[in-house]
């Protein structure tokens, strides 16, 4: 154990003097808080096109309109995307001929948001609406400042600054695996395999530093943004901790499996960034899964990082621990299945 604990400490000098991993470690979660932060708070007042008739005390109306961010406006339904274009309306929300119909028969709509950018107004009229489609559905009673209030919440700076975290997970953990992938182009591994350290330890020392590191880089992120910059997870620390701990859990196995597959340090580190930004997008922590088409919706399934946001939706919507379980254990499935992959592979590196 002790000679484990030499190769951990060992581990940690190599990684502090590393840049990369400093960028990693803090630069990218704080980045991505301190920028979801900035993104909601500027919205400016916008202008909404929508091609149906309300009454003017009708509930969906106060609903999109008592939050001092947005005026509605009627358009026929083939002018609206023209006059987005046109700079004539900011945003344009199409609804079917016979929604009420929809509503009231409980049946969901299929309702159109347009924007000519994806910012954070767009995202907050979506969720908005959906708010609205949903209270109406389960006949659940909310005043319209709780209709703005749980949509401003869902938002966003959580899931947004979750996705950063992911990100900074992912390039982490690559970092710390890319370890080994070092040893053995500097034959350090060899001389280790051949004095009186077993491989077993030397293995174990690995995992021991990324799994403390893990804690360490997780803790820190929710201390900071819960107590510095006081953000509301709406979840228990604990359970946050939880679920993005199974995440760090399961990209380690994707980064060996990845590491695997490209043995260059630059094009590793790229190949890891690149894989890090591009599947936290998908994943859904920048944008909602209903502003995706069905297929990328459906493609997302196969991200990692989509059953971190929809574990956490689900802890925000009120419903217990135990009902995430499954969206843990496919994770871990996703850890297990990469580092499968790339044992296979680097058991021949090795030799």
């Known amino acids: 154990m002790l000679i484990c604990f030499n190769i951990f400490l060992n581990n940690i000098k190599r990684l502090i003097t590393e840049p990369l991993v400093i960028i990693f470690v803090a630069v990218i979660p704080l980045f991505g808080v301190t920028w979801a932060m900035l ?118 700076i959580q899931k947004i600054s979750i996705g950063f975290m992911m990100m900074s997970i992912l390039m982490f953990v690559g970092s710390n695996i890319y370890l080994i992938i070092e040893d053995r182009r ?11 350290i077993h491989k077993y330890e030397y293995i174990f020392g690995n995992i021991l ?15 900071f943004s819960t107590i510095v910059l006081n953000i509301d997870w709406k979840v228990s620390n604990i359970n946050m901790f939880i679920i993005l701990y199974v995440f760090y859990i399961s990209s380690i196995g994707i980064n ?12 590793y580190i790229i190949s890891n960034v690149i894989i890090s930004i591009f599947s936290s997008i998908m994943g859904g922590s920048c944008f909602s899964y209903s502003l995706m088409g069905k297929n990328l919706e459906r493609t997302s399934n196969f991200f990692p990082q989509k059953w971190v946001i929809i574990s956490y939706e689900k802890l925000v919507d009120g419903e217990s621990f135990d009902k ?28």
């Open 39 to 156: 993104l909601i708070s500027n919205s400016d007042f916008v202008d909404v096109a929508i091609n149906y008739r309300f009454s003017e005390n009708h509930r969906f109306v106060r609903v999109i309109t008592n939050n001092n961010k947005f005026s509605l406006y009627y358009c026929d339904e083939k002018d609206i995307e023209s006059s987005i274009k046109n700079g004539i309306y900011d945003l344009g929300i199409i609804l079917p001929k016979d929604f009420e119909f929809k509503m009231e028969n409980n049946i969901k709509p299929n309702i159109k948001i347009l924007s000519l950018e994806n910012g954070s107004l767009p995202i907050y009229l979506r969720f908005l609406v959906e708010e609205y489609v949903y209270s109406k559905k389960l006949n659940i009673p909310k005043t319209d400042i709780a209709f703005c209030r749980s949509a401003y919440n869902n938002i966003s």
């Open 256 to 267: 060996i499996g990845l590491i695997a597959l490209v043995k260059n340090k630059d094009l």
């Open 186 to 196: 500097k034959n350090i591994i060899f001389r280790i395999l051949d004095s009186p």
């Open 324 to 351: 995430v379980l499954i969206n843990l254990i496919i994770l871990i499935l996703f850890g297990i299945v990469f580092s499968n992959i790339g044992t296979k592979s680097l058991k021949n590196y090795f030799e």
């Open 209 to 223: 530093t990324t799994s403390i590191l893990g804690i360490i880089h997780i803790g820190v992120f929710l201390f």
